[in-house]
């Protein structure tokens, strides 16, 4: 989201409706002092800034609280952060919901909780699919997951007589996928899985890259 577009947005409304000229000149003095503190990057004073816009100047908007949550979250108070991302995905909008979500996603990856951070930027594109950094964030986050997730399996199975290991034709349908997944043709990579699939069930031995493709299609249709 553009920061300075925000502004511009509010400081309009503002100007046109008619009431208090010295309450609305102060109010939009403060918009211009909270929207400085962010652009020159002094994080704990763009905190203090919108704390003030909410407080004082009572602009409940679901705008100033994005922006809030980011200054939070760059003065390095991820949990203050969270707090006020979480309720913005509700708001009825598309695009404040997405990015919360999508930054929510971001703070969670960094605590390392990966299958948390992937939900978010799953709901961050359900909620607004052109949002291309929670496009690229889930896709990076699900193939990573996929293969260490996949190794991970494979040493705490490793004694299993019974697990399903999958043929060459498997691993060459695979490595296709791989290719058509590198250059973000997942509905493609997706066909060759549930093709190979249909003659060969060690083709299962890759289910959950075949759901993560599952899941990227069908936002992808959704867009």
Do not use: C
């Amino acid at each position: 989201m553009s920061y300075t577009i925000v502004y511009r947005y509010l400081l309009w409304v503002f100007l046109i409706i008619p009431g208090d000229w010295k309450k609305i000149s102060i109010t939009n003095e403060a918009l211009a002092t909270a929207e400085n503190s962010f652009k020159d990057a002094d994080y704990e004073n763009s905190v203090r800034n919108h704390l003030a816009l909410l407080e004082d100047h009572g602009l409940d908007h679901p705008e100033i609280r994005f922006n809030l949550a980011l200054s939070y979250q760059n003065n390095g108070q991820e949990e203050d952060a969270k707090k006020t991302y979480e309720p913005l995905i509700s708001v009825e909008d598309n695009t404040i919901p997405s990015f919360a979500a999508n930054q929510q996603g971001v703070l969670l990856g960094n605590e390392k909780k990966y299958q948390e951070a992937l939900s978010y930027f799953k709901t961050a594109l359900l909620k607004n699919p052109e949002n291309e950094q929670a496009r690229y964030n889930y896709e990076l986050l699900a193939r990573w997951l996929e293969g260490n997730e996949e190794n991970q399996e494979n040493e705490e199975d490793r004694e299993e007589e019974d697990q399903i290991q999958p043929s060459n034709y498997a691993k060459r349908m695979k490595a296709q996928a791989d290719e058509m997944v590198d250059r973000f043709r997942f509905g493609e990579a997706n066909e060759i899985m549930n093709r190979a699939l249909e003659i060969d069930e060690t083709v299962a031995h890759y289910q959950k890259f075949m759901d993560h493709l599952k899941e990227i299609n069908e936002i992808n249709e959704n867009h």
